[in-house]
């Protein structure tokens, strides 16, 4: 089945502990991408990737590092994590092979920073 | 940058009845992409409907059909024959043809359905 996997789901975490979310997907996209989801604010993109070891800032990019060593992988890296990063994060892929602009997502990954 | 517009923070229908949600948004590229997404309470992200710039048929899945004014700038949902299952938060999103690969969303409107 074609998915984009994130991991973990839910995570209370606290201030200053660095935590990764993990993102996979298995469609041989070339794109991938990070978003978080907050009240009234809609999705805003965090950073993206546009291949292997390509990367670069979305609009919301402070306080988060991302890495694409592997096409299937882009892990989301928070390496203080501080409250105002609590939200629903969102990793997303494409394929300029479709022509249709469309964004895979996963699943989501909800985390709270105390 | 271009920007969406969703104006209505909540909207409520009845069961089997039509609601439209509006979109309005702002770009200066003439042929580019817009979508609908639907993020029932599961919070998976499901794509409802898409529709192309350069294509002036309004696009069409199943009870969801879209009102698609390009002058205007305005892309509204139709839902017909609300169902339960309908209930969700739903964005609004634009990506231009040329310029990569990020959606530019809404802040997205709540439906509520009631029996």
């Known amino acids: 089945e074609a998915q984009v996997t994130q991991n973990p789901r839910y995570l209370i975490t606290v201030t200053g502990k660095k935590l990764t979310v993990t993102c996979s997907q298995n469609m041989n996209h070339e794109y991938m991408s990070w978003y978080r989801q907050d009240p009234g604010l809609g999705l805003r993109q965090i950073y993206y990737s546009m291949n292997v070891e390509v990367t670069d800032k979305g609009d919301v990019p402070e306080g988060y590092k991302v890495s694409r060593k592997e096409k299937r992988n882009f892990p989301l890296i928070l390496e203080s994590p501080s409250p105002n990063q609590t939200s629903l994060y969102f990793c997303a892929s494409s394929t300029p092979a479709l022509n249709t602009g469309e964004l895979f997502f996963g699943e989501g990954s909800r985390l709270t920073v105390l | 940058a271009q920007t969406v517009t969703q104006s209505q923070p909540e909207m409520s229908v009845q069961e089997a009845e039509t609601v439209t949600l509006s979109c309005t948004y702002d770009?200066?590229?003439?042929?580019?992409?817009l979508f609908w997404y639907k993020q029932p309470p599961s919070r998976q992200m499901i794509l409802v409907i898409r529709q192309e710039a350069y294509k002036q048929q309004n696009a069409t899945e199943n009870r969801f059909s879209v009102n698609f004014q390009k002058a205007a700038k305005s892309f509204s949902l139709k839902i017909s024959d609300s169902q339960l299952g309908d209930a969700a938060m739903y964005f609004c999103?634009?990506?231009?043809?040329?310029?990569?690969?990020?959606?530019?969303f809404g802040k997205g409107t709540s439906l509520l359905v009631t029996p």
């Open positions: 770009t200066s590229e003439s042929d580019y992409y």
């Open positions: 999103a634009y990506k231009g043809r040329n310029s990569g690969y990020a959606l530019n």
